[in-house]
């Protein structure tokens, strides 16, 4: 049971350039999230899935696109990078249920020069 | 929207000792979660608790909905409790959201 795994872990853009940002979960998990973490700052929430085919947008979704097509994968797409959008960002799943455990990957270090 | 604010944003310990870390926000939430993040980067869930008390093992949380505060308690502290502390909360109709606070970041040594 590998639980949430992020890839890459590392990745240095330029300005304009696109990339997708990978997650995958092997817990049947229903919820999954993307957050970005900036310096001194908690998480925040850029987009959510309640279920493979269904998204919805968090506090901060402008600059990403993201889409579930299956219950394991919930990839980030960052269209035309900005170095806004430099930070690290995790990836989280759970059951449903906001009382239930959430589960996070050990983050993507992105960098947009 | 909803507000969370986290104190004291540092905290350095001896090993052994006790401490509290607040968190306050300005509306009623359903869902409040303390989470774990130690020095190298990984989140950790603590808890669950809009409301009451919890404990597990040496961390104990208490949540007063009616009064917007909830408080993680550490006791006899180790090195690994190290890391930032961090505060979450939904607000009513929007469990599916989660809005943190800034963060209680520790420092414990030997």
């Known amino acids: 049971n590998a639980g949430v795994t992020q890839t890459p872990k590392f990745q240095v853009l330029k300005t304009g350039q696109s990339m997708t940002l990978q997650c995958a979960q092997d817990?049947?998990?229903?919820?999954m999230s993307w957050y970005r973490q900036d310096p001194g700052m908690g998480l925040r929430l850029i987009h959510y899935?309640?279920?493979?085919?269904?998204?919805d947008q968090g506090e901060v979704p402008n600059g990403y696109n993201v889409s579930r097509s299956t219950t394991e994968d919930f990839p980030l797409r960052l269209l035309s990078a900005a170095p806004s959008q430099t930070s690290v960002y995790f990836c989280?799943?759970?059951?449903?249920?906001?009382?239930?455990?959430?589960?996070f990957g050990p983050g993507t270090r992105l960098l947009v020069l | 929207g909803i507000q969370v604010e986290q104190s004291p944003p540092d905290l350095i310990l001896q090993e052994g000792a006790n401490s509290t870390l607040r968190c306050n926000f300005s509306?009623?939430?359903?869902?409040l979660q303390w989470f774990h993040q130690n020095p190298w980067g990984q989140l950790i869930n603590l808890f669950y608790?809009?409301?009451g008390t919890k404990q597990n093992g040496r961390l104990s949380a208490t949540t007063v909905a009616t009064e917007r505060y909830s408080l993680l308690y550490i006791s006899s502290s180790q090195t690994t409790d190290s890391g930032v502390y961090f505060c979450?909360?939904?607000?009513?109709?929007?469990?599916?959201?989660?809005?943190f606070g800034a963060g209680t970041r520790l420092a414990v040594h030997p």
């Open positions: 989280a799943s759970r059951e449903q249920g906001a009382q239930e455990t959430q589960y």
């Open positions: 817990m049947n998990h229903e919820y």
């Open positions: 899935s309640v279920g493979a085919g269904i998204t």
């Open positions: 509306d009623s939430v359903n869902n």
């Open positions: 608790i809009p409301s």
């Open positions: 979450a909360v939904s607000p009513p109709g929007g469990y599916n959201k989660l809005i």
